[in-house]
């Protein structure tokens, strides 16, 4: 597989053009930003860890039966993937009370939330990322209210197929964020499922295990993104 010019460089990753317009290889890098990328930092191997959660997380999806991007993984830091035009929204899926949601509404941490709740936050960097509803992203042209529908059905599909597989791994699935694109006229899901981008707590401790460890300062990131990796893909 032959790599191509670097066609867009984010936070946490960066896609390369391929010899097939269709595709493209996406990098992991181990660079970590939290709080809108005001904090900064690395996590040794994070990029690594991250390629080979996801591969094994989109192929469980695949198998689901939801369409991803995921082509191919290969090799540590590069993933073949489907060339795809992004919604410009994130799909935040939560089963328990954590984080923003928790500091927003006043809500006790740790409380579950049955059905789980889906958000959408318009992916915008210079705005924050901003909570909005179906209205907001009607309003900017965002998404038409068909493509919103969609994304909060498949938002709760996906959350259906991983909430299990974490649980028999004895971690729980608190919350987690997905983006999604456009492929010759259907939507698929794209970016990443990892530990960048679920709030995981183990089950028998409630430790976090995941990428709060690197915004609250708590120390032994990279052991518990290798025991996530180990229990997802061992």
């Given at each position: 597989?032959?790599?191509?010019?670097?066609?867009?460089?984010?936070?946490?990753?960066?896609?390369?053009?391929?010899?097939?317009?269709?595709?493209?290889?996406?990098?992991?890098?181990?660079?970590?930003?939290?709080?809108?990328?005001?904090?900064?930092?690395?996590?040794?191997?994070?990029?690594?860890?991250?390629?080979?959660?996801?591969?094994?997380?989109?192929?469980?999806?695949?198998?689901?039966?939801?369409?991803?991007?995921?082509?191919?993984?290969?090799?540590?830091?590069?993933?073949?993937?489907?060339?795809?035009?992004?919604?410009?929204?994130?799909?935040?899926?939560?089963?328990?009370?954590?984080?923003?949601?928790?500091?927003?509404?006043?809500?006790?941490?740790?409380?579950?939330?049955?059905?789980?709740?889906?958000?959408?936050?318009?992916?915008?960097?210079?705005l924050g990322d901003?909570?909005?509803?179906?209205?907001?992203?009607?309003?900017?042209?965002?998404?038409?209210?068909?493509?919103?529908?969609?994304?909060?059905?498949?938002?709760?599909?996906?959350?259906?197929?991983?909430?299990?597989?974490?649980?028999?791994r004895k971690m729980?699935?608190?919350?987690?964020?997905?983006?999604?694109?456009?492929?010759?006229?259907?939507?698929?899901?794209?970016?990443?499922?990892?530990?960048d981008t679920c709030?995981?707590?183990?089950?028998?401790?409630?430790?976090?295990?995941?990428?709060?460890?690197?915004?609250?300062?708590?120390?032994?990131?990279?052991?518990?993104?290798?025991?996530?990796?180990?229990?997802?893909?061992?």
């Amino acid at each position: 597989m032959t790599t191509g010019e670097l066609l867009y460089e984010g936070k946490a990753k960066k896609i390369f053009a391929t010899g097939n317009p269709d595709q493209v290889i996406q990098y992991f890098k181990d660079d970590a930003t939290a709080f809108n990328a005001q904090k900064r930092g690395t996590i040794v191997e994070k990029g690594v860890i991250n390629n080979k959660v996801s591969e094994r997380l989109f192929r469980l999806l695949e198998q689901g039966g939801i369409r991803t991007h995921f082509v191919e993984r290969l090799n540590d830091r590069e993933m073949l993937t489907k060339r795809v035009r992004i919604v410009p929204v994130e799909v935040v899926v939560r089963n328990t009370v954590a984080g923003s949601l928790a500091k927003r509404l006043g809500l006790k941490e740790g409380n579950r939330i049955d059905p789980a709740l889906v958000e959408f936050y318009y992916k915008n960097d210079a705005l924050g990322d901003p909570l909005v509803n179906d209205d907001h992203l009607r309003l900017m042209s965002v998404a038409t209210p068909g493509v919103l529908r969609e994304l909060r059905d498949l938002g709760h599909a996906v959350n259906k197929i991983l909430k299990p597989f974490f649980a028999e791994r004895k971690m729980q699935l608190v919350d987690f964020k997905l983006e999604f694109g456009v492929f010759h006229n259907k939507l698929i899901l794209a970016d990443e499922i990892s530990p960048d981008t679920c709030r995981l707590w183990d089950m028998a401790t409630g430790e976090s295990m995941d990428k709060d460890r690197f915004r609250k300062d708590m120390g032994k990131i990279e052991e518990a993104y290798q025991e996530v990796l180990k229990r997802v893909c061992g």
